[in-house]
C-alpha cells in the first residue's frame, strides 16, 4: 500500500470513526498509539508574519491560514467558512513549518505540499483538520458553536492534526516564552495572543506587561502553574505521530489563549497520566454530522467559533 493511500485510509477511519456515532468520542486508541517525532519540514526562516488570520471549513473541519487582517474578509464569513482565529505572535514565537497540507499526497514534493484556496482574493494555506474538542475538569463545559471558551478554573482541549513544527528563540524584542505545566507535569507553550474575532478581553497584546496581564488573570485548573521560560537558543517543538498522521495537542485557557503541548508524557499521549486521560471519551468529535446539529440545520452564515 502506498503510504499516500495509508493516509487517506487513516483520515477515512477517523472520519468512520467520528461517523458512526456523533456522540461517539474521539480516541487516539482507536488510530493507535505514536511518538513525538519533527515534521518533515524546513523553517522558511523568513518567519510568520506578527498577524494573521485563520478559518474553519465547517463541513470537515479544515483549517486555512492567510497573511491577512479580520478586516480583510467578510464579516461574518458565508457557510461553510468561520473566522475561527485572528493571531498575534506570542512572546519567543519565531515561526512554524508544516510539511503538507492534509490533503496533499503523503509523498508530495515541494510546492505539491502546500494545498491553497482562494477566497475573497486572499490565497489561503490549507493547514490542519480539527479532531475533537473537549473540557477539563468539568466535562462538557465547552460548546465549539455556542460557548468555546472554557469557564475560569478549566481547559478546553482541540486535537488537531497537523504535520507542524514549532520554532521558538530569542529575538530583539523577546528572551523568553510563556509555558504552563499541568498537573501531571505535561508542558504547554503559549502560542498566541488572545485575538479572536468576538473576543475582547487581551485581543490587542503586545507589550510584556499586556501578556503578563493576560496569562496572570487566567484561572487554571487546580495544580496547574505557568512561569515564563528563559530562551537562549531556538527550540524546535514537534508534533506527536501516529502512523503517517500528526497531531497538536492545544488547549484554550479561561481567556481563550491557545497553548500546545511541547514535552510529551512517558508512555505517549495515551497514558493515563495526561490531561487526555482525564479528559478520557470527553473529546466529542467535530464532523459534519456534528455541525449540523450544533447549527440547528443548514444555516445561511456560520457563527464563529473556537479555536
Ligand atoms: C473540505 O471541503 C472542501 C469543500 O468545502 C474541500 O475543498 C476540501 O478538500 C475538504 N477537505 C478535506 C480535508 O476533506
Ligand atoms: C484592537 O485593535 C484594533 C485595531 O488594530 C481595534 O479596532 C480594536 O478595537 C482593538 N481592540 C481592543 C479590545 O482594544
Not at 160 to 187: A, I, M, R
Request: hydrophobic share 35%; with cysteine; charged share 15%.
Amino acid at each position: 500500500m502506498s503510504a499516500s493511500m495509508r493516509t487517506r485510509l487513516l483520515a477515512l477511519s477517523c472520519l468512520l470513526a467520528c461517523a458512526m456515532a456523533q456522540s461517539m468520542p474521539w480516541d487516539f486508541a482507536d488510530i493507535g498509539t505514536g511518538v513525538p517525532m519533527a515534521a518533515n519540514c524546513t523553517p522558511s526562516g523568513s518567519g510568520m508574519p506578527a498577524q494573521w488570520i485563520e478559518m474553519t471549513d465547517l463541513l470537515n473541519f479544515t483549517q486555512y491560514e492567510a497573511d491577512a487582517l479580520s478586516s480583510d474578509v467578510p464579516d461574518p464569513l458565508p457557510f461553510p467558512y468561520s473566522l475561527t482565529a485572528a493571531d498575534t505572535r506570542a512572546p519567543g514565537w519565531l515561526q512554524t513549518c508544516i510539511a503538507r497540507s492534509p490533503t496533499a499526497p503523503e509523498d508530495c514534493q515541494g510546492e505539491e505540499c502546500n494545498v491553497y484556496i482562494e477566497e475573497w482574493d486572499i490565497e489561503w494555506l490549507e493547514f490542519a483538520l480539527l479532531n475533537c474538542f473537549g473540557s477539563y475538569p468539568t466535562p462538557d463545559a465547552v460548546n465549539f458553536f455556542t460557548n468555546p471558551t472554557p469557564p475560569p478554573g478549566n481547559v478546553a482541549l482541540t486535537v488537531t492534526q497537523t504535520c507542524k513544527n514549532y520554532y521558538y528563540g530569542p529575538s530583539d524584542e523577546w528572551d523568553f516564552f510563556y509555558s504552563v505545566t499541568d498537573e501531571w507535569g505535561n508542558k504547554w507553550a503559549l502560542q498566541w495572543g488572545n485575538k479572536w474575532a468576538l473576543q475582547t478581553v487581551h485581543s490587542n497584546d503586545t507589550t510584556e506587561a499586556e501578556f503578563d496581564a493576560n496569562i496572570g488573570s487566567v484561572v487554571w485548573p487546580e495544580g496547574w502553574v505557568a512561569e515564563k521560560v528563559p530562551l537562549t537558543e531556538t527550540v524546535e517543538m514537534v508534533p506527536f505521530a501516529v502512523g503517517n498522521a500528526c497531531y497538536a495537542l492545544i488547549i484554550k485557557d479561561s481567556n481563550f489563549n491557545s497553548w500546545h503541548l511541547y514535552t510529551y508524557p512517558e508512555g505517549g499521549v495515551t497514558s493515563g497520566d495526561t490531561l487526555f486521560g482525564a479528559i478520557g471519551k470527553g473529546c466529542q468529535c467535530l464532523d459534519a454530522q456534528y455541525t449540523l446539529e450544533g447549527m440547528g440545520g443548514a444555516p445561511s452564515s456560520a457563527p464563529s467559533p473556537a479555536p
